[in-house]
């Protein structure tokens, strides 16, 4: 529809109803142009990067996760590749697992001389060859995975710090309690 607009200037409008449906139309045009076109463009090559990062494929119900970098943060938490994950030893998510003392905020000095002694010994752990870490597809209220931490012998990481001593079994009612 052409109206005159101030000054003599000609001005095209549309409707409401006929601007949707051209913008509708425009946008299909346009993508099926791309897909018809279709290429491999650079960002391919970053999305299929960024995606090589996913766990590996199920087995038995869990994930074998890959990491670059697998350090101790405390007893019961490792970093793999910058990203917190809860270990939970032969527990299960919600249900079992295991606690080790605080080295952050401690209670006691005891509490924080086992807090370092489970840190270390949990990376030792993890320099193991062939150690694997199992995703759980679960994630803690503090948004941690949920992951066991398994021993080429079949071990988890878990219950070899309960059996020395830098580690309790962890159940729902569980209370911590590391200064006796």
Same mark, same amino acid.
């Given at each position: 529809?052409? *109206?005159?607009?101030?000054?003599?200037?000609?001005?095209?409008?549309? =409707?409401?109803? *006929?601007?949707?449906?051209?913008?509708?139309?425009? @946008?299909? !045009?346009?993508?099926? !142009?791309?897909?018809?076109?279709?290429? /491999?463009?650079?960002?391919?090559?970053?999305?299929?990067?960024?995606?090589?990062? =996913?766990?590996?494929?199920?087995?038995?119900?869990? *994930?074998?996760?890959? @990491?670059?970098?697998?350090?101790?943060?405390?007893?019961?938490?490792?970093? @793999?590749?910058? !990203?917190?994950?809860?270990?939970?030893? /032969?527990?299960?998510?919600?249900?079992?697992?295991?606690?080790?003392?605080?080295?952050?905020?401690?209670? @006691?000095?005891?509490?924080?001389?086992?807090? =370092?002694?489970?840190?270390?010994?949990?990376?030792?752990?993890?320099?193991?060859?062939? !150690?694997?870490?199992?995703? &759980?597809? *679960?994630? /803690?209220?503090?948004? =941690?995975?949920?992951?066991?931490?398994?021993?080429? /012998?079949?071990? &988890?990481?878990? &219950?070899?710090?309960?059996?020395?001593?830098?580690?309790?079994?962890?159940?729902? &009612?569980?209370?911590?309690?590391?200064?006796?």
């Amino acid at each position: 529809m052409l *109206k005159r607009g101030r000054g003599n200037v000609v001005k095209f409008t549309l =409707r409401r109803r *006929k601007r949707t449906y051209l913008l509708w139309f425009l @946008c299909i !045009v346009a993508l099926s !142009v791309f897909v018809g076109t279709r290429e /491999d463009l650079p960002i391919d090559g970053m999305l299929h990067e960024l995606m090589q990062w =996913r766990p590996e494929a199920p087995t038995n119900g869990y *994930k074998v996760i890959t @990491c670059n970098s697998l350090t101790a943060v405390d007893g019961d938490t490792i970093k @793999c590749d910058g !990203v917190n994950m809860r270990d939970m030893g /032969d527990g299960k998510p919600f249900v079992s697992g295991y606690d080790t003392p605080e080295i952050r905020r401690p209670k @006691c000095q005891q509490e924080l001389e086992l807090g =370092r002694a489970a840190k270390a010994r949990m990376q030792e752990l993890l320099v193991t060859p062939g !150690v694997q870490v199992r995703g &759980s597809g *679960k994630v /803690d209220r503090y948004k =941690r995975p949920l992951v066991w931490v398994v021993l080429p /012998d079949g071990r &988890s990481a878990g &219950s070899v710090l309960i059996a020395e001593g830098l580690a309790r079994v962890w159940m729902p &009612s569980y209370q911590a309690n590391w200064c006796l």
